[in-house]
């Protein structure tokens, strides 16, 4: 059973940070591009950053560009997300996403139905 699992949520003070993590079981994805998500209260699921499977290329939404970092490690956790600058609206719920289909995703990696494979989610918080 291919499962992805996040970690590394937390409380943080605005201006503050934190990594995220994204462990996978049950296959590779070495060989998949990789995103995070996230999803407010009462709001739709997000785009916030994507990594391709050899690191070459990364993509991020506008309002984290600058602040946060995507990176993966294919020989251990597949993919991190570095937030630095912390505000109170990035304030949701993380998930750790994947790609079904090698180079599936293509141009379309901000896209949910791009990508077969969710984690559970991580809580981030920030307070003011």
């Known amino acids: 059973q291919v499962q992805l699992v996040e970690s590394g949520g937390g409380l943080v003070q605005a201006g503050g940070s934190l990594r995220l993590s994204c462990a996978a079981s049950?296959?590779?994805?070495?060989?998949?591009?990789m995103a995070w998500f996230r999803q407010a209260p009462g709001k739709e699921r997000e785009f916030v950053a994507a990594?391709?499977?050899?690191?070459?290329?990364?993509y991020y939404a506008d309002s984290v560009k600058g602040r946060f970092t995507i990176s993966r490690d294919n020989a251990k956790n597949p993919v991190y997300l570095r937030m630095n600058r912390l505000k109170p609206e990035d304030t949701a719920v993380y998930y750790c996403?994947?790609?079904?289909?090698?180079?599936?995703?293509?141009?379309?990696?901000?896209?949910?139905?791009?990508?077969?494979?969710w984690g559970q989610g991580t809580q981030v918080t920030v307070s003011s």
């Open positions: 996403a994947a790609e079904g289909t090698p180079g599936y995703s293509g141009n379309y990696y901000g896209f949910i139905t791009s990508y077969d494979y």
């Open positions: 049950g296959r590779s994805f070495s060989n998949y591009a």
């Open positions: 990594i391709s499977w050899n690191s070459g290329s990364t």
